[in-house]
């Protein structure tokens, strides 16, 4: 049974798409107390509160730049999914202060905010482009990780759960490349070698909801994830379909990153996850089935041992909405 049942929680982003489904299974299947949505998209939280037709689901108008709204949503919380950032990589280099301030100064807010109110456990969300990061984005998320993983000892357990791109989620290429086809125009592929790390909605859900009765505090948690090639996935939307490259935009890279080589002494494999100790000192004995692995280990999806085929994408594609 999950630490999540009969317990009070709040999701930070609320109204995104991996808060919605979040949202979904906690109401259906965790069997939550309360569930409290926070955002600052009112639209959104409209649209939201018409398809949750559930009394255990409140709505908070708030912004994690303002700590104030944090600490009043968190009164009587016993856990937090923090899934509130901003994150598109090419508007992030020109909008560099606004991605620090929701990104970083947001994340210290629900850190002092978790704090304050005696939520028991915080579980942030990251992204494979805070491991080693080349743009803007990738590294706000990685001060991001690196303010949950540190801030253990006040009697709230964080902990950061890092993943890749989520199949059909708001700004997945997947709808772009089914509105495009069903326009009759090219699909424009950013370059033919590229390599991305895949995970459904479903799957980032339950991780999360793993983690959180995994959780010691301090860890960043990484899940076994197949990669795949924008090829095969422009092949799998539209077999046959002509395509152009369009180059990568500002502070794009070919391939992602999940664990950095650098990160290899304090990283251990269990059989569908990684977990990554901080660099801070920490007393922490890894639970038995924990392998280390070897020095230099990078986890890339590149170089990944996992690879999803056109067959099997296209399988995948069979369950995200049109």
């Avoid at 009070?8 to 995104?16: D, N, Q, S």
């Avoid at 690196?146 to 989620?169: C, D, E, I, P, W």
Wanted: one cysteine or more; proline letters at 4%; glycine letters at 8%.
């Amino acid at each position: 049974m999950s630490v999540l049942r009969d317990s009070t929680v709040l999701v930070t982003g609320g109204t995104g798409s991996l808060g919605t489904a979040f949202a979904r299974h906690a109401l259906e299947d965790l069997g939550v107390a309360r569930l409290v949505v926070f955002s600052r998209d009112e639209q959104k939280q409209y649209e939201m509160r018409r398809e949750f037709a559930d009394s255990r689901i409140r709505f908070v108008l708030g912004d994690v730049r303002d700590l104030d709204s944090l600490v009043g949503a968190m009164r009587g919380v016993d856990h937090v999914v923090h899934a509130a950032a901003l994150k598109q990589v090419d508007t992030a280099e020109y909008q560099a202060y606004e991605f620090a301030r929701t990104n970083i100064v947001g994340s210290r807010n629900v850190i002092e905010a978790a704090v304050e109110t005696g939520v028991r456990r915080v579980v942030a969300l990251s992204t494979d482009k805070a491991s080693s990061p080349t743009n803007l984005y990738g590294a706000t998320k990685m001060v991001s990780d690196k303010l949950f993983t540190s801030a253990q000892g006040h009697g709230t357990l964080f902990s950061v759960v890092r993943y890749g791109n989520v199949m059909g989620s708001r700004g997945s290429v997947i709808p772009l490349f089914r509105r495009l086809v069903a326009q009759g125009g090219e699909l424009p592929i950013t370059d033919k070698r590229m390599t991305r790390f895949w995970i459904t909605g479903e799957h980032a859900v339950r991780f999360i909801v793993d983690t959180f009765d995994a959780m010691r505090g301090g860890e960043l948690f990484v899940p076994r994830l197949p990669s795949m090639k924008v090829t095969d996935l422009a092949e799998a939307v539209a077999p046959g379909w002509p395509s152009y490259e369009v180059g990568m935009r500002p502070g794009e890279r070919l391939h992602e990153e999940m664990i950095a080589a650098e990160d290899s002494s304090r990283a251990y494999r269990l059989d569908d996850r990684y977990l990554v100790l901080p660099t801070t000192p920490v007393e922490y004995e890894p639970a038995p089935d924990c392998r280390p692995v070897t020095v230099g280990f990078s986890y890339r999806s590149d170089t990944n041992d996992q690879w999803l085929s056109v067959e099997e994408l296209r399988g995948m594609l069979d369950v995200v909405a049109p």
